[in-house]
């Protein structure tokens, strides 16, 4: 696709940062009904409130405005205080949230409140199971705690990996390393498809369980487990040269690609029965079309290059053209089917994901830079 198609979306993406930011009265946007636009706020950012600040980082970035990088460096500052809650998640709000403000502008208070959110999450790790626990506090209402494990939690290894590099701490790398093997054995089948979550033994690190948070069933392959899995272990090579990562990345991407209905947008569980009622996972596909843009870049061999390029524009261009509306609101999310949460809304991590591939597919973003 021509780079203007990109940039013609990214410019209605950036709208909705627009619209979105004088919405939110500090609260922190969640997922949004997609008629009326209205944002579901969390007060303290739940998981998912780096995403909101890494939209506007990455704003920032590619257009130069001030209010972007305002607002990203404000609701950082408001994610501080969740350096301490005891939740795995601090991966996902730390990285996103404050990290990229160091990485992209080398904004020094943004670097300050990563390192914190990642000094105190490094104190949690088990070293008997060789991995971080969900923790009290993570966001699954069930099945949360000192021995639960979960695949959504591997991308937040990444926060580890660059506070080791920016703090001078090395043993954080290791422990970033070793959580993201463990959960190979957790959560990845031998045929590429993935389990969301495990439990172990917090005593002895012995694995007692794979299950769903969030899937069909045990056995079903949730969507966003799967694009999870692509996209943590990708963007894990992409911090740590590790192969292994490299290889479980491409494994599980082509397991994605072989499964995914012809599309290219995923349903909210590979297993869920298809009818015309079916929900859709655009977040799902939106983590799938960033990922694959990752492993792209992270290819020797020039045809693995062009086929998971090729599959990351293809999905990026279903995304764009059938459910990315005209004010930038990307359509057909499905949080939680299990519990009817948001099944058909806009999602703020969804939103994110797009964002970053079109960043990268318009070229304002090398795709391994964050
Ligand atoms: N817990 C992360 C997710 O729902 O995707």
Known sequence: ????????????????????????????????????????????????????????????????????????????????????????????????????????????????????GARQWAKTYNPNAGCFPLGDAAEEASDVGQGEASIDTVQGAALLVWAAQAANEPAWRNLAVFHARRHIEFCIRPDGSVCQSASFDPVTGELKRRYTHKGVSDESTWARAQAWAIL??????????????????????????????????????????????????????????????????????????????????????VLVEGYLDARGILDRGCYSKRINLATRSELIWGSYYLFEALHVLAGKLEANRI
Do not use: N
């Open 232 to 317: 943590g272990y990708a963007l894990m090579h992409q911090w740590t040269g590790e192969p292994d990562f490299l290889e479980v990345a491409g494994r599980t991407a082509d397991w994605w690609i072989a499964h995914v209905p012809a599309s290219r947008v995923a349903y909210w569980d590979f297993d869920a029965p298809v009818g015309p009622e079916t929900e859709h996972d655009s977040s799902a596909t939106a983590i799938a079309a960033a990922a694959l843009l990752k492993l792209a870049a992270a290819q020797k061999d020039e045809q693995r290059r062009k086929e998971y390029r090729a599959a990351a524009e293809a999905t990026a261009r």
């Open 1 to 116: 696709m021509p780079d203007s198609v990109w940039q013609k979306a990214l410019d209605r993406m950036a709208k909705r940062v627009d619209q979105t930011g004088p919405q939110l009265k500090g609260a922190f946007p969640h997922h949004a009904d997609p008629v009326t636009g209205e944002w579901t706020t969390t007060p303290d950012g739940d998981w998912t409130g780096g995403f909101w600040p890494g939209m506007c980082w990455l704003a920032a970035r590619s257009t130069g405005g001030a209010r972007y990088r305002r607002w990203a460096g404000e609701w950082a500052e408001r994610l501080r205080p969740r350096a301490g809650s005891d939740t795995v998640f601090r991966g996902f709000l730390f990285y996103y949230g404050a990290a990229l403000g160091d990485v992209l502008f080398g904004d020094a208070s943004a670097r300050e409140i990563a390192l914190e």
